[in-house]
């Protein structure tokens, strides 16, 4: 019995000792909260508590903070501190190693902790080889008996993101076949490309950027873009970032030979090998949203005119979801569609892409 009560007297001793040494913050109401302080951007600050996880509060409606451990605190004019912060009369008081600064709460921009530091100083400062952030999707269907089809579907998409730029990724490829139809060629349609945005202001970035395309059904060999322009975080936190962009274009496309199969046999054979070149502008939009902790939305549309041809242009809409399973699998659906004003004869100005199935992450950790 006297053994039971020693264990329980150091467990309570234990915890007592371990709550002291918790960060602590004083509500203006009078409740408190115990935990570590994760970060603060000025406006609100996450502290993570054991029962509850990470928990965002209002800075507006905090009394005080206290932290055990050195916070690094970023102060209006650039100057940035280190140490335990406390606070007390509408000021902030860091114990650093060289003395005790003050500042007031309003000269905050932002605090980290070593660890939000150490991932800050990370992705700001990433290198080439690291820092990437996407997914593989891979689909595969075979039938055979009264057909015999094969079917492969592919989406790739890669971020490398720091403070000031960004490079981004992506390609989406189906191809279809029936071995008992004439043609046997179903679907073959492969889209990809890469762009790199650099930040001017917080809001204002440039984009360069090149993508590529290839349809045989549209007889299509190659359509090659190039471009740049200036974009608008419109909307850019956390959760959401919702851009807007304009700029122009150099397109060189070429089409093929192709056949247009008539209304009786044999088939006619039409010639349509054409080159393309031409000046468009660029006017798009992008959306990336995120849906709690594991789902994430990404959604674009572009709409292309040619300067140099009235009336003839080029749209775009691509819409994709990645839900993780675990910290490196996921579910993934992409869908895409691409409309051409004037495309070849006897072919279609519309083709879409989807694609679902599991998506391989080349970035376990999470964000």
């Given amino acids: 019995m006297l053994r039971n009560f020693?264990?329980?007297?150091?467990?309570?001793?234990?915890?007592?000792?371990?709550?002291?040494?918790?960060?602590?913050?004083?509500?203006?109401?009078?409740?408190?909260?115990?935990?570590?302080?994760?970060?603060?951007?000025?406006?609100?600050?996450?502290?993570?508590?054991?029962?509850?996880?990470?928990?965002?509060?209002?800075?507006?409606?905090?009394?005080?903070?206290?932290?055990?451990a050195e916070e690094h605190v970023g102060l209006k004019g650039g100057k940035t501190v280190v140490g335990p912060v406390t606070t007390s009369d509408g000021k902030l008081d860091i114990a650093t190693?060289?003395?005790?600064?003050?500042?007031?709460?309003?000269?905050?921009?932002?605090?980290?902790?070593?660890?939000?530091?150490?991932?800050?100083?990370?992705?700001?400062?990433?290198?080439?080889?690291?820092?990437?952030?996407?997914?593989?999707?891979?689909?595969?269907?075979?039938?055979?008996?009264?057909s015999e089809t094969e079917n492969l579907a592919l989406a790739f998409n890669a971020d490398h993101p720091t403070e000031n730029d960004k490079i981004t990724m992506y390609a989406a490829s189906i191809n279809t076949t029936n071995n008992l139809?004439?043609?046997?060629?179903?679907?073959?349609?492969?889209t990809g490309g890469i762009r790199y945005d650099r930040n001017m202001t917080p809001r204002l970035f440039a984009f360069f950027g090149a993508d590529y395309t290839a349809n045989a059904l549209q007889f299509l060999d190659l359509r090659q873009v190039y471009g740049g322009g200036l974009g608008v975080h419109v909307i850019k936190n956390d959760n959401t970032v919702f851009d807007l962009l304009g700029g122009i274009n150099y397109t060189h496309e070429t089409y093929s030979n192709g056949t247009l199969i008539s209304?009786?046999?044999?088939?006619?054979?039409?010639?349509?090998?054409?080159?393309?070149?031409?000046?468009?502008?660029?006017?798009?939009?992008?959306?990336?949203?995120?849906?709690?902790?594991?789902?994430?939305?990404?959604?674009?549309?572009?709409?292309?005119?040619n300067l140099q041809e009235t009336g003839e242009y080029r749209f775009i809409f691509?819409?994709?979801?990645?839900?993780?399973?675990?910290?490196?699998?996921?579910?993934?659906?992409?869908?895409?569609?691409?409309?051409?004003?004037?495309?070849?004869?006897?072919?279609?100005?519309?083709?879409?892409?989807?694609?679902?199935?599991?998506?391989?992450?080349?970035?376990?950790?999470?964000?």
Avoid: C
């Fill in 263 to 305: 209304a009786g046999p044999p088939p006619a054979f039409v010639s349509y090998g054409v080159t393309n070149r031409f000046i468009a502008a660029t006017i798009g939009e992008e959306w990336d949203q995120k849906f709690g902790k594991s789902t994430v939305l990404t959604q674009t549309a572009g709409f292309f005119p």
């Fill in 97 to 146: 190693k060289s003395g005790t600064v003050e500042a007031p709460t309003g000269d905050v921009t932002w605090l980290r902790d070593d660890a939000e530091e150490a991932a800050h100083e990370k992705k700001l400062h990433p290198g080439l080889m690291h820092g990437w952030e996407g997914g593989i999707n891979v689909g595969f269907s075979v039938a055979r008996g009264n």
């Fill in 181 to 190: 139809a004439t043609p046997s060629t179903v679907a073959n349609l492969t």
């Fill in 6 to 68: 020693e264990v329980l007297l150091l467990t309570a001793l234990f915890g007592l000792s371990s709550a002291s040494f918790a960060d602590q913050v004083t509500f203006k109401n009078g409740d408190r909260l115990t935990g570590t302080v994760v970060k603060s951007d000025g406006k609100t600050l996450t502290i993570h508590t054991d029962a509850a996880g990470d928990i965002d509060v209002k800075l507006d409606s905090i009394q005080d903070v206290k932290t055990e």
């Fill in 318 to 367: 691509n819409a994709g979801t990645v839900t993780k399973l675990n910290s490196w699998l996921g579910w993934q659906n992409q869908f895409g569609n691409i409309y051409v004003s004037n495309p070849p004869i006897g072919t279609k100005k519309n083709d879409v892409i989807f694609t679902t199935g599991l998506s391989i992450s080349f970035n376990p950790s999470p964000k």
